[in-house]
């Protein structure tokens, strides 16, 4: 990623802050400063680590943490402003490393980088996709509790999703999420309340042709079926072919799928592999929705999953020692803003031919230097501001960056 002149963060926090009702002074200033420290900090983030850098006592960010923040409404603007006229809506889980007993929804949830269950915690993350931009912009981070009574997984994610729609479908009525939403509780609720689901089925979908003939005369039901839908031979009379070539073929067509209990909008993409051919199912409630758009949204959810990278790697996600629920919350969607604060403040105001891959990386090492550099300015009394002294700060401010 190519750095240019350092621009701070702090425009674009206040720039949000500054329209958002019910920030106290306290808050406000507050919020600056964490998002300055997990730009900064390249060790461990916890409650000791931002008292090292920061300007207050470990116990004051403690307290701080449990403080509730609207995220959401922050970075609903965030992606309004910087991102493109044309978004989706991302979800999707993600497993958070934990140990000990004491903390509130400690369990085993699926690790995907693991391939299997593990001990620790789960966030459910909602993001924007940036079309357009090609990126994504993280929106929310909930906890999964890790009872849920009588209600399934699914129910709890779909109702997550439900409550916040007066923040989401503004951006965007598309919800993308991967094969294991496919279900009808999840899907069902979304349609009722405004959203039209875009995702993957298995491969082995028990799926019906609608009938489209001429109904017999007489008594008796309508028929509404006309045979299940063989993936290794799709009628032309219910599918049209998008795409053909030599190693893929792509058919789109409209057809009932049992399991949803609904009509879909499904794409059919067959890839010859190993000289046999092999298919996958992507469907969307919408009806009207192309295939190729369709196609589009669904390749593009991946980016929700550089978010969870960049923030475990770079700002400190996993990092919290709290035990609060409340801390967790502040402190996972802290992490998670700080990376789109990075991109709104160093990625996006670049011509998109010079943008090139967004390197949270090189953005830390940006800020880290920033951080230590005011302080031996601070220890040595130095002017910053002196002309021969500028350009050398200049120079010292990308020191270490892979892309300076």
């Known amino acids: 990623m190519t750095l240019r002149e350092k621009s701070s963060y702090k425009d674009v926090t206040k720039n949000i802050l500054d329209k958002m009702p019910d920030i106290g002074k306290w808050q406000y200033y507050f919020i600056l400063e964490t998002f300055g420290l997990f730009l900064s900090i390249k060790g461990r983030l916890n409650f000791l680590g931002l008292a090292r850098?920061?300007?207050?006592?470990?116990?004051?960010?403690?307290?701080?943490?449990?403080?509730?923040?609207?995220?959401?409404s922050f970075n609903v603007e965030l992606a309004v402003q910087h991102g493109s006229e044309e978004f989706t809506i991302a979800f999707d889980p993600s497993y958070v490393n934990k140990s000990g007993k004491a903390t509130p929804g400690v369990?085993?949830?699926?690790?995907?980088?693991?391939?299997r269950a593990k001990w620790g915690l789960e966030m459910s993350g909602i993001?924007?996709?940036?079309?357009?931009?090609?990126?994504?912009?993280?929106?929310?981070?909930?906890?999964?509790?890790?009872?849920?009574?009588?209600k399934s997984f699914p129910d709890h994610y779909g109702d997550l999703l439900v409550d916040r729609k007066q923040q989401l479908l503004p951006l965007s009525k598309y919800v993308v999420a991967d094969a294991y939403f496919s279900k009808h509780g999840f899907t069902s609720k979304l349609v009722a309340n405004g959203f039209e689901l875009v995702s993957r089925l298995r491969n082995d979908?028990?799926?019906n042709y609608k009938y489209v003939g001429v109904q017999k005369k007489g008594r008796g039901r309508p028929k509404k079926y006309d045979g299940k839908v063989l993936f290794a031979q799709l009628r032309e009379e219910h599918f049209e072919c998008l795409e053909e070539n030599e190693e893929c073929k792509i058919y789109q067509g409209k057809v009932y799928s049992k399991s949803l209990k609904r009509d879909i909008n499904l794409v059919v993409v067959k890839t010859l592999k190993?000289?046999?051919?092999?298919?996958?199912?992507?469907?969307?409630?919408?009806?009207?929705?192309?295939?190729?758009?369709?196609?589009?949204?669904?390749?593009?959810?991946?980016?929700?999953e550089f978010i969870f990278r960049d923030a475990k790697q770079h700002a400190g996600l996993e990092h919290c020692q709290a035990r609060s629920t409340e801390k967790l919350h502040f402190h996972?969607?802290?992490?998670l803003t700080a990376v789109n604060l990075a991109k709104a403040a160093h990625w996006f105001p670049l011509p998109k031919q010079e943008r090139g891959a967004f390197s949270m990386s090189d953005v830390k090492t940006l800020y880290n230097n920033d951080l230590m550099l005011k302080r031996f300015l601070c220890v040595f009394a130095i002017d910053p501001n002196r002309p021969k002294n500028t350009e050398k700060i200049r120079q010292l401010l990308t020191y270490g960056a892979r892309a300076a």
């Open 53 to 72: 850098y920061g300007k207050r006592g470990e116990q004051h960010y403690r307290s701080r943490f449990a403080k509730d923040f609207d995220f959401l």
């Open 107 to 115: 369990g085993y949830f699926w690790s995907g980088v693991s391939g």
């Open 127 to 150: 993001a924007a996709i940036d079309i357009q931009g090609h990126t994504a912009f993280h929106l929310e981070s909930v906890q999964t509790p890790g009872e849920l009574g009588s």
């Open 205 to 207: 979908a028990d799926l």
């Open 274 to 304: 190993k000289g046999k051919w092999g298919h996958k199912l992507y469907f969307s409630t919408d009806l009207d929705l192309s295939g190729r758009t369709l196609l589009d949204y669904y390749r593009k959810r991946f980016q929700i």
């Open 332 to 335: 996972w969607n802290a992490s």
